[in-house]
């Protein structure tokens, strides 16, 4: 068999396996998008429909109308923007910080960052909430918002140093030359060039926040102040009360709004996406 047609077969080998593969993970969220268009009398169907006849639209109305996932969904995005400007601006002075200065103790403080990745996220649950407990800010966003301002990533703060580490330093001291400032230098000359860096950790930052849930569990106990990820498993027992069987297709409306914002960032931002992770494999 010539070399150029094995090829070919191999070629449309992968891509089959690729397409099944994507085709098979798709699966929960094709059936997530046909229960949300579905009246109750339809939920438990045997066979399983998955084309709804007739289509409700009405449930999308319904939720936005009847639940307060409208209100949910605000506070979501308040919380989540807040956190996410705050942590890329953190991340981006602290990473600049340990790039570009040299001071006593910097190798040994990027280290000791760095160690704290090692430790499981629960052994500072309880210490934390006593410290905001005692600050008075329990059932506040507060404690959910202002961790961020203090590079609270520090595998973000890792990979943006190492970016920067394998940019030249010509355009900053000729920034400096002209007279300009530290923070002058990093926003007007730094930042432009770790721009698709900066778009991975704000695309990581917003998935992270937005898909919180224990945080929000732990200090939030006001219905009204609740975000998404809590208000789904509230609005779950209010849909199903008692013996009652849960209202599926509405939960599957809620659940499909919930994961609309992260798949459109990353439908948008996607090559960008991509082109930060590759530039923060393979510099520094």
Do not use: C
Not at 25 to 46: E, H
Not at 208 to 236: H, Q, R
């Amino acid at each position: 068999m010539p070399r150029e047609v094995q090829r070919r077969l191999a070629d449309a080998f992968t891509y089959f396996v690729l397409a099944f593969g994507g085709a098979f993970v798709l699966v929960p969220l094709l059936w997530m998008i046909s229960t949300s268009l579905k009246g109750r009398d339809q939920l438990y169907v045997y066979p399983p429909q998955w084309i709804p006849s007739p289509v409700r639209w009405e449930n999308y109305v319904e939720v936005w109308t009847t639940l307060p996932f409208a209100r949910f969904f605000l506070n979501s995005l308040f919380i989540t923007i807040l956190a996410t400007v705050a942590e890329v601006a953190s991340v981006a002075v602290v990473a600049y910080g340990f790039a570009r200065f040299n001071f006593r103790g910097r190798h040994f403080l990027f280290m000791l960052m760095l160690s704290t990745m090692m430790l499981p996220s629960v052994i500072g649950m309880i210490p934390t909430f006593l410290i905001w407990r005692e600050l008075g800010r329990l059932d506040t966003f507060t404690p959910l918002t202002a961790p961020a301002w203090f590079a609270w990533g520090p595998a973000s703060v890792f990979m943006l140093r190492q970016f920067l580490l394998s940019l030249p330093r010509d355009f900053e001291d000729a920034a400096v030359l002209d007279g300009a400032g530290p923070l002058q230098v990093l926003r007007h000359v730094v930042l432009p060039m770790v721009r698709p860096a900066l778009l991975v950790i704000a695309l990581l930052a917003f998935q992270g926040n937005w898909t919180n849930f224990m945080a929000p569990l732990i200090y939030l106990n006001t219905p009204d102040k609740f975000p998404v990820t809590l208000g789904l498993k509230f609005l779950e027992t209010s849909l199903g009360p008692g013996s009652e069987a849960p209202m599926w297709n509405l939960m599957m409306v809620v659940s499909l709004l919930v994961a609309l914002p992260i798949l459109v960032l990353y439908a948008l931002a996607q090559r960008a996406f991509i082109e930060g992770i590759r530039l923060g494999g393979t510099k520094g």
